[in-house]
């Protein structure tokens, strides 16, 4: 559900002159990690929350609040499907549980040690491999950016695939693409 990034990505294999060593200067800061926190629905929605520094509970809570409330509004079961991430899990968190499931929102979690089994797992390897592998980034913001540039490219790739449109809906530090099939 949530995967942090460095500023500071691995490089990608390219070719280079015989005899000659590929180089990529490192800056000498070191930033802070941009976490990320997402919500996938494949080929229908994928929202997702940037934060500096880890995803706490508060930014969890927030955007499963958002989730609850769009649930409630739209008068339709939603379900999230979760790994078993901390924050997921927490006390806190769990008195919510009853709250979610009366605005219409039901929370399952994969079995332990199952990332495989989460296709939103898939999704940040693509962007971290695809999309920013080999980069170098001065500062978190211009990461957060690449990262942003990124998830755009992978929906307009969908977009093109699949024949979907992708709408971007932005708020606060939450982005949000919605895809709906052109008429044919």
Known sequence: MNLCFCAWSEPSYTYYQKGKQKRLEQTKRRGRRLSIIGFLQPLISFVYGLVIGGVNRKSYIQMIEQEASDAEKAGCIRIIVLDNGPIHRCSYVQQLWSKWEGQGLYIFFLPKY?????????????LKKDELAGQMFDDELELAYAVIDGVKARAERARNVLNLTPTLLVNFSLHSYKFSHRPT
Do not use: K, R
């Not at 089994?117 to 693509?126: D, G, K, R, V, Y």
């Open 114 to 126: 199952c990332s495989e089994m989460n296709p939103i797992e898939l999704e940040w390897q693509h």
